[in-house]
């Protein structure tokens, strides 16, 4: 009896796993446009993105896996993205390779925990794209696997993410607005796409999808249980921030009152912000304290 139990309840997941897939489809394959890929552009790209921060940790090979994201989820490591045919991307083609970052699917066709800000990265451009994927061929291949996420039941259930994108998923943030000057519009992009802001400081509903109507209010709780500040202009300004100082913080980790950020701060910094071009960093300022730029 109780096996004929157990391959009753089989059955009965499959059937549901069959709806799922035929009721709630993924979206196609993207077509894009075929552009010479520049690399010095695509490692920019990665370190506006973030990319480096969270596919590398403290002990292992650059870009072959990150350190753990603890979630009220279950936790999560970021995979090895080296040209490692069989532990990173190597077996991958450029249109997989778009397919996973801008659209959250991977080549096997199944969709990427939203732990992985592919939602941000739609915003990328053809180019873009061909640029990221040259500059990660530049990156020499680990044999370093890639950790499986520690996520129990019913998260665990990857096709489950099939009915959340449809209710959870964001619009387009990154849409320019007329009246704004291109600073601004530029700062805009970048904080809310590829610079992936609002992952951390817009507030999250009961199933980890972002708030939009909040805006950049801050988080009480992220997933992992930290908070973060709110990054309105409003709130900025109130805490001392201006265009200056704040570039300065991006650029260095240095606060205005000779502290230094901290928890998840330190690592954007040090891996992304440090980085950028002194024109995005001007352009994100304009954004945040939505100077008439």
């Known amino acids: 009896m109780r096996l004929i139990l157990t391959a009753g309840g089989l059955v009965v997941l499959l059937m549901l796993a069959a709806l799922v897939t035929l009721n709630f489809p993924l979206p196609a394959p993207q077509v894009v446009a075929a552009y010479q890929g520049d690399a010095k552009r695509g490692a920019y790209l990665a370190r506006v993105s973030g990319c480096v921060a969270c596919h590398s940790s403290q002990t292992g090979d650059p870009w072959a896996g990150g350190d753990p994201l603890p979630s009220k989820f279950g936790t999560f490591y970021a995979p090895n993205i080296t040209a490692n045919p069989q532990h990173g991307i190597g077996s991958w083609n450029f249109e997989q390779f778009v397919r996973a970052v801008r659209q959250g699917i991977s080549p096997a066709g199944k969709p990427y925990y939203p732990a992985f800000p592919y939602e941000f990265y739609a915003s990328l451009t053809d180019r873009d794209m061909a640029d990221l994927w040259a500059a990660m061929q530049t990156i020499p291949p680990s044999a370093q696997p890639s950790r499986q996420h520690e996520v129990g039941f019913p998260f665990s259930v990857r096709d489950g993410l ?125 954004y945040l304290l939505d100077l008439d730029e």
């Open 162 to 286: 099939r009915v959340w994108r449809p209710a959870f998923e964001r619009s387009d943030m990154t849409v320019s607005q007329p009246n704004k000057g291109s600073s601004w519009n530029v700062g805009k992009y970048l904080v809310m796409g590829p610079a992936h802001c609002a992952a951390c400081h817009m507030p999250r509903n009961f199933a980890g999808g972002l708030k939009e109507e909040s805006g950049l209010a801050g988080d009480p709780q992220m997933l992992d249980g930290a908070k973060s500040p709110p990054l309105t202009p409003g709130a900025l300004r109130a805490r001392g921030w201006t265009k200056d100082n704040l570039i300065a913080a991006l650029r260095t980790g240095i606060l205005p009152n000779g502290d230094a950020f901290g928890g998840a701060m330190t690592e954007v910094v040090q891996e992304s912000t440090a980085f950028l071009l002194t024109s995005h960093l001007e352009d994100m300022a304009a």
